[in-house]
């Protein structure tokens, strides 16, 4: 029985876009594999609908990558709306409740500590997170909202950067992955005696990628001049690891690793950067300007996690 030939073209890399309203980000992955006419292709790190910013889309070997562009840092710019509760704790959701209470500047930055670190999160009543099986924001459409827990979250960095009128304020967060901005707006709001939601939000950063590497999603939109898109716009697989500590390897040492053969770290002293955490951190292994993938520290052992 012949294997089916797998449709599109066999391309690697990553292509930043800086995401319009409107569109899920699968509906953004979707337009980019078919202006590229690409075989493979998926996200690294969902955005809401309404959102817009930076949605970095890995092609082929890339998608390999996806979970190290995860874990980064992401930075994020968003407006609180406050005296007005939403269902989906963002402005595409239905009012469900108001309040005339209005904190000054002071209020509203003395209750940034409080959220600020590693903090417990409940996160919104309309997202993927499963509930007996079931995505939470289907049980809610039917009108079966979950009761959900709150769960660990890391947050680096809350300001608030502009405060454009008494009903409105512009923050930005520093976090880790799994942080929802819709439920820093909302439990803020709580905090400092009223009611809020998003009315915007855009994410200006994704570990290495940044708001200036983004492109707009029409420029890769197929036309009848341009039937499919150029891989020459693609970053190569490599940009997604540039936050993570480089080690040199010797060509001999390149190949232990590839054949699946971890390398004493006592032969690497000298070589192990100063960044990379001995005891289970990452490093990315490196062959003269060649990435060969990443590998892991731990009791004394450069382990070989993903090769490239």
Known sequence: MSRRKPRGRPLDGWLIIDKPPGLTSTDVVNRVRRGFDAQKAGHGGTLDPLATGVLPVAFGAATKTVPYVMDGTKLYRFTLLLGEARDTDDADGQVTATSAERPTDA???AALPRFTGLIMQIPPVYSAIKVAGERAYDMAREGRAPVLEPRPARVDRFDLIERPDADHAVFEVASGKG????????????????????????????GPF????????????????TPRASPDLLLPVATALADIPALALTESEAADLTHGQAISLVALMGR?????DPDGGLARAMAGQRV??????????LRPERIL
Request: hydrophobic share 45%; net charge positive.
């Open 210 to 225: 940044t708001e200036a590497q983004a492109i707009p999603l029409d420029k890769v939109t197929p036309g009848p001049d």
């Open 272 to 276: 192990i950067p100063d960044a990379a």
């Open 107 to 109: 209020a509203l930055r």
């Open 292 to 301: 060969i993938g990443l590998c892991r520290l731990e009791d004394g052992w």
């Open 179 to 206: 942080v929802y901005m819709r439920s820093l707006a909302r439990d803020l709001a709580a905090a400092c005696g009223t009611l809020g939601h998003i009315a915007a939000l855009r994410r200006l950063r994704v």
